[in-house]
């Protein structure tokens, strides 16, 4: 199998990415490793044809070894850094972006980033798409080569690219147990020609042959943070015994190719019509998997392979909402169970206004609400009615011609609304839906599906003609507090 994949026009990668999150860990204790001669363990990587490196500005000194290793090289080329920006929730400025990027460019000593990926903590509000329209703006300077994002969803990952921010990449998890990218993020990806790189692929370990036929751990016995959060994702789908016939099903298929679990585990994810890449931590210069990894470019795995596997999985239940939802509403699928090990706190989407005894506005900024004398919605005791809402943000039409985006855009306004209130999604009790063209009915009818699953609230969808060049799709909502 090739080692190398074409992710964008002008970025090969390595099928096997290595990635560099263990080094935040290797340096908890206040340490800082030496970068020169930490560069140096990045050379077998390269040797090996694993020449893609995954960072992040969380990852302790990552970015700066691996600037420091590519510098090394007389053929620059040949080396790629990828990192991450993952700024805290809420508004988000020119300036903060620059000063980020010009802050990971300091760290890497480069002159331009060859893949930059965002992160967004909570879609209901907008200032995630100021950000990337923001790095967007610096990747046209010339300072990012190109533009990826990490742990997005379905529904988020289509209303940027919609919205014509060229994201060649989607970082999430992806394994034998976690099997969500197979849902609405394939179709998302197929549709918009965009690749996958996955993490996760081993589960912390526990898809390895060190877990074969072992009982159920403790918590007390689960010892790194990484093995505490992929049994949390076990528990998600189904629990040990279901895990544990996964594990014997993929053991059989490698010793039939006389490799290991790891290995059959990450080379079925590689067989996902649009995974790119497989990620695999590195501790540089403690434990170096190099020939394993690159032994697993060249299985062949057969249609009953395959099927051996999907069979197995049949057994496991799905895990609950979309690709990178454990990061934003419960359950939280991370280390401590919520979110406190990485954020203190989320501010509301919109600030209310009390404007009567037992009455509360918000605006949201639009050129329409002062224009037509409205406001984007209204809080009469408990009862919250939110205005007719386009996917409109600022000046700017959100999602361009597809009729999808643009209802998944709305809708983040609405519960942005809804949850500055003080409620949420689940609260709504009536959707009025209007489409510009009758065609569109379904693919929108279809996003309102995805995002009120379970709430089922009364709603009516017609065809209406809107006012404003582009608009597809108007959507008003009434939420009773509980």
Request: with cysteine.
């Amino acid at each position: 199998m090739h080692t190398k994949i074409q992710l964008a026009k002008d970025l090969e990668i390595s099928r096997v990415v290595t990635g560099l999150w263990q080094i935040a860990d290797m340096e908890r204790n206040g340490n800082t490793l030496d970068p020169i001669a930490t560069a140096k363990f990045m050379a077998p990587y390269l040797d090996a044809g694993l020449s893609s490196f995954d960072m992040a500005d969380h990852y302790g000194s990552s970015e700066i070894i691996a600037g420091t290793f590519k510098n090394s090289l007389n053929d620059k080329d040949h080396v790629q850094l990828f990192t991450k920006w993952v700024p805290k929730p809420g508004k988000i400025t020119r300036e903060d972006v620059r000063a980020a990027v010009n802050t990971a460019l300091d760290r890497m000593q480069q002159p331009s980033i060859d893949l930059l990926q965002f992160h967004a903590w909570y879609y209901p509000d907008a200032s995630w798409l100021d950000g990337l329209f923001y790095l967007k703006e610096l990747q046209d300077e010339g300072l990012i080569k190109h533009l990826g994002v990490t742990n997005f969803d379905a529904a988020h990952l289509r209303i940027a690219l919609a919205s014509g921010i060229p994201i060649v990449s989607n970082q999430i998890c992806h394994s034998l147990i976690d099997q969500r990218a197979n849902g609405n993020m394939t179709t998302v990806c197929r549709e918009y020609n965009v690749k996958l790189l996955t993490f996760g692929t081993l589960a912390g370990g526990f898809l390895t042959d060190k877990w074969l036929g072992k009982n159920e751990p403790t918590a007390e016995e689960l010892t790194t943070w990484s093995q505490m959060k992929y049994k949390r994702f076990i528990d998600a789908a189904g629990g040990w015994t279901p895990y544990q016939n996964l594990l014997q099903t993929v053991k059989k298929i490698a010793d039939k190719h006389d490799v290991s679990i790891a290995n059959i585990a990450s080379r079925f994810i590689l067989e996902g019509e649009v995974v790119a890449s497989v990620i695999v931590g590195a501790r540089l210069g403690e434990s170096e998997h190099i020939d394993d990894n690159r032994r697993m470019l060249d299985i062949q795995l057969d249609t009953e392979d395959i099927d051996a596997i999907k069979h197995a999985q049949l057994q496991l239940n799905m895990i609950p909402g979309d690709c990178g939802d454990e990061y934003r509403k419960p359950p939280f699928l991370t280390a401590s169970g919520d979110l406190s090990d990485h954020l203190e706190t989320i501010p509301k989407a919109f600030t209310p206004v009390k404007t009567g005894k037992n009455r509360e506005q918000i605006f949201s900024g639009t050129e329409w609400e002062e224009f037509a004398g409205y406001c984007r919605a209204v809080k009469i005791g408990n009862s919250i009615h939110v205005s007719g809402t386009t996917a409109t943000h600022g000046s700017e039409m959100i999602g361009g011609s597809d009729p999808a985006a643009q209802a998944h855009f709305i809708i983040d306004k609405i519960e942005g609304v809804i949850t500055s209130f003080g409620g949420t999604l689940a609260d709504v009790v009536r959707i009025r839906i209007f489409v510009n063209h009758l065609a569109d009915w379904e693919l929108v009818a279809r996003a309102h599906g995805e995002r009120f699953k379970g709430i089922n609230p009364a709603n009516t969808l017609v065809e209406a003609k809107l006012v404003g060049d582009g608009y597809l799709v108007e959507i008003e909502a009434d939420a009773i507090l509980q």
